[in-house]
């Protein structure tokens, strides 16, 4: 490739850093932040050798090595700490760093040629490849960077056998499945004529890697070396902490990056290698309404969180069979679960399982209502109000259709949760126990999404704050337990003000005043929405 291809790269690494200044460092610091808390957590529950193997013999279930990956470093006298927090932590990490990665590849590579910005930076003098190469430069120092003081934040706690080479290993292995999955983002833009579609493709690929990777670390180990999740996990961190696994991992990010630029040089702006499906000659009745245009253009996401709540619940309701093992055994469980007189240890479980699942379906119902923000932004929201569609109604079609998302992710979580359940356990409980201990968040589900909307109608640009406030809640409720937070605490978001059913009674004056209450903002940010200029 010629030189000039590649002009004006750095100018645009410049840009790229400066339009990431904020986001970059969030993702970062949360980063270590989440893994130094849980590396601290671990340390003070677990501080004999005895304890420790107790755990390790918990992670040779069958359930929790599809989850979490299979287990090293048994057969050690002195079980490391470094283990535990590795088998816990690594995977779930690797996957949200790939995810991180993956937003910004697309953000910055097909988003922008679909907004029409790189077209206006290319008449500028910068090379062909100088904004894909720009990208990539920058998260593979992004990725580097979280590496090393990953590893450096880890040593400095002083933990027993979370030694500096180990920790290295650990935030290299993170660096690696950043990278990774980049250059796999970095492909499926080019392959891809739409952003849209060059986030599905990636996120698939993200999927199909976990689904392997669990298949074949039960069935075959064979099968297992082709997701590079298996690769990241080969580490063995804070163990035998090989480097193999993730040079092998770092040449195929590079292997795939440079097929991205290739791809990039022969193909045309705006197109991609996969043609998009032509459309039907007529439209539907279903698209004459504003909801059914929403619905239209959200039914493949619907689907796809549907599916994915759906073996969530699946996956959480396998491991009830042996839940009288596991909270034997772990002393965690004892800490997060305390136990209560006349009801079941799995009618105990539940509740501190459909909190953390409600907080994950809230993400799609997010997701649905500020798709409006997208649209806006897109200007085409503009010419959807230009005719004969008001304001009001079309952020009631949105409306409608997140509340129904939100009502459809709890069903099927807990249709997967009880079903796979009563499979496991000897003792069944009545399916309307899960469905009551899913339903009863909806309430703190319709409170997020008035936020939302008041945000959207006051002040879009801030709308990235629900999310914020979304990742406090889980923060909270996942880590609650364990660090024995303060009621006030609890309080902060609204996750905190629901029943633990089936242990505790519905609480219905706090859900009336949640509807309420979201009712009330909903109606804030719609007059908001109906002053405030369309684009500002």
């Known amino acids: ?26 993702w970062l610091a949360s980063f270590i932040a989440i893994s130094v808390i849980v590396a601290l957590a671990f340390a003070g529950l677990y501080q004999t050798n005895a304890e420790r193997l107790t755990i390790a013999e918990t992670m040779q279930n069958p359930a929790v090595i599809a989850m979490l990956g299979p287990g090293y470093g048994y057969g050690l006298e002195n079980y490391p700490i470094g283990a535990i ?3 816990e932590m690594l995977l779930m990490t690797a996957i949200v760093v790939g995810l991180m990665n993956i937003l910004l590849v697309i953000r910055h590579t097909r988003t922008d040629e679909e907004d029409g910005r790189i077209e206006m930076v290319r008449s500028l003098p910068v090379g062909r490849l100088s904004n894909l190469l720009s990208v990539l430069i920058v998260l593979t120092g992004a990725n580097m960077l979280l590496a090393l003081l990953l590893g450096v934040s880890l040593t400095i706690l002083g933990i027993e056998g979370m030694g500096l080479v180990g920790s290295l290993v650990y935030g290299s292995a993170l660096g690696a499945s950043g990278l990774i999955f980049a250059g796999v983002a970095a492909v499926c833009a080019q392959l891809s004529s739409n952003a849209r579609t060059a986030l599905g493709l990636s996120f698939t690929v993200l999927l199909m890697a976990y689904i392997i990777r669990a298949i ?9 070396w082709f997701s590079p999740l298996n690769w990241v996990l080969r580490t063995e961190v804070y163990v035998n902490n090989y480097w193999w696994p993730i040079l092998l991992t770092v040449s195929a990010a590079l292997l795939l990056m440079g097929l991205a630029l290739y791809l990039n040089s022969i193909r045309d702006l705006g197109s991609g290698f996969i043609a998009s499906r032509s459309g039907k000659g007529e439209a539907s009745k279903a698209l004459l309404s504003s909801f059914g245009l929403v619905f239209r253009l959200q039914r493949a996401g619907l689907i796809v969180w549907g599916m994915g709540l759906l073996a969530v619940g699946v996956i959480y309701g396998s491991l009830f069979g042996e839940l009288e093992t596991y909270f034997n055994q772990i002393d965690l469980m004892q800490q997060m679960i305390i136990l209560v007189e006349g009801f079941s240890l799995t009618e105990q479980f539940i509740p501190l399982l459909m909190s953390i699942i409600a907080i994950l379906s809230t993400i799609p119902v997010l997701t649905s209502i500020l798709k409006m923000k997208t649209e806006e932004k897109n200007d085409r929201l503009e010419h959807i109000i230009s005719r004969a569609v008001s304001r009001n109604r079309l952020m009631g079609s949105y409306l409608a259709m997140s509340i129904l998302t939100g009502f459809i992710m709890l069903t099927l979580s807990s249709i997967g949760l009880g079903v796979m359940g009563n499979i496991v356990m000897e003792e069944n409980l009545s399916l309307g126990i899960y469905y009551g201990s899913a339903m009863i968040y909806f309430p703190a589900i319709l409170m997020m999404i008035g936020i939302a909307v008041i945000l959207f109608g ?3 640009k801030w709308t990235g704050l629900v999310w914020l406030y979304l990742a406090l809640a889980f923060f909270i409720v996942y880590m609650g337990s364990l660090f024995q937070f303060a009621d006030w605490v609890e309080k902060l978001t609204p996750y905190g003000y629901i029943a633990k059913f089936p242990i505790e009674n519905m609480d219905y004056p706090s859900a009336a005043i949640m509807v309420l209450l979201a009712a009330f903002l909903i109606v804030i940010g719609m007059i908001g929405f109906n002053r405030r200029d369309i684009g500002r």
Do not use: C, Q, Y
């Not at 490739?1 to 969030?26: A, C, K, W």
């Open 458 to 460: 006051w002040i879009p």
């Open 216 to 224: 074949g670390d039960l069935k075959s180990e064979t099968l297992s």
């Open 85 to 87: 927090t590795a088998h």
């Open 1 to 26: 490739m010629n030189r000039h291809l590649f002009e004006g790269t750095g100018t645009l690494i410049r840009f790229v850093l400066r339009r990431d200044r904020l986001r970059l460092p969030i």
